[in-house]
């Protein structure tokens, strides 16, 4: 995918495309949500075609896309549920691109929460006290594998393996923090942006855990102009600027 593109180009692939408006079926993972909203009603607008997006943790996404669902686009929170989906042979040669990445963060119900240093044997266990710590599922959605690695990493997970509170998606680990069910969480960076109810008392260093990286690909199911379109602009400058904004890491 080539990244940078103008809205003008966007713009012109379009205008090759039949007039009647067509539809964009994309799978994403759940962090993406805020900012891929605003990329999809950007689009459009400016294009007539419509987006529809469901939202889940990439490994649920992926096991439906092999199992048939139809998707024109897949967007995974991890390279491994992406490798899954291509390895089945419904990825579309020459399309795939890393396009985001992310940071893992500690976050606490409310606003101002004092910070911590997140570094190996940190006594999370003692913050939590008979709390729990929201993650999202430690064997199967993105954030919560990261999570579990930087905390084995850290050489904490078992201190605190027992409080986990695990939920089916980072969205729904977010909610239960943002709510007070929860007094702490693992989440990515830009879940933090989204939800006002929150605070990051801290980020986990980068080498504790595997990178965190967003690839996308057109599928085999895709069938009309628009899905490729809709592709390109999430590599475009508009959609670059909403996803900084909230929190992503451009790539390339």
């Known amino acids: 995918m080539t990244r940078r593109l103008s809205l003008a180009s966007v713009l012109a692939a379009t205008l090759a495309m039949p007039a009647s408006?067509?539809?964009v079926v994309v799978f994403a993972a759940a962090s993406l949500k805020t900012a891929l909203d605003a990329v999809a009603a950007e689009f459009e607008a400016e294009t007539g075609h419509d987006v529809t997006v469901?939202?889940?943790?990439?490994?649920?996404?992926?096991?439906?896309?092999?199992?048939?669902?139809?998707?024109?686009?897949?967007?995974?929170?991890a390279e491994n549920w992406m490798d899954e989906v291509e390895r089945a042979g419904l990825v579309v040669a020459g399309t795939r691109a890393d396009l985001l990445g992310n940071q893992?963060?500690?976050?606490a119900h409310g606003k101002g929460a004092a910070p911590v240093e997140i570094a190996a044997g940190f006594d999370l266990a003692?913050?939590?006290?008979?709390?729990?710590?929201?993650?999202?599922?430690?064997?199967?959605?993105?954030?919560?594998?990261?999570?579990?690695?930087?905390?084995?990493?850290?050489?904490?997970?078992?201190?605190?393996?027992?409080?986990?509170?695990?939920?089916e998606n980072v969205r729904a680990a977010l909610a239960l923090v943002s709510t007070g069910e929860a007094p702490?969480?693992?989440?990515?960076?830009?879940?933090?942006?989204?939800?006002?109810?929150?605070?990051?008392?801290?980020?986990?260093?980068?080498?504790?855990?595997?990178?965190i990286v967003y690839p996308a690909a057109l599928l085999t199911e895709a069938a009309d102009a628009a899905d490729r379109a809709f592709l390109e602009a999430l590599s475009g400058d508009g959609a670059d600027a909403i996803f900084a904004a909230q929190g992503f890491a451009i790539l390339n």
């Open 104 to 107: 893992l963060v500690l976050i």
């Open 184 to 211: 702490f969480g693992i989440v990515y960076a830009s879940d933090a942006v989204a939800d006002d109810n929150v605070t990051v008392v801290g980020r986990f260093p980068a080498e504790s855990h595997a990178p």
């Open 21 to 23: 408006a067509e539809e």
């Open 126 to 167: 003692g913050m939590l006290g008979d709390g729990r710590l929201s993650m999202a599922m430690v064997e199967a959605v993105p954030a919560g594998q990261y999570g579990k690695a930087a905390l084995e990493s850290l050489g904490i997970w078992a201190s605190v393996e027992g409080s986990v509170a695990q939920s």
């Open 54 to 77: 469901s939202y889940a943790g990439s490994g649920q996404l992926a096991k439906q896309i092999i199992q048939g669902a139809p998707a024109d686009i897949f967007i995974s929170a």
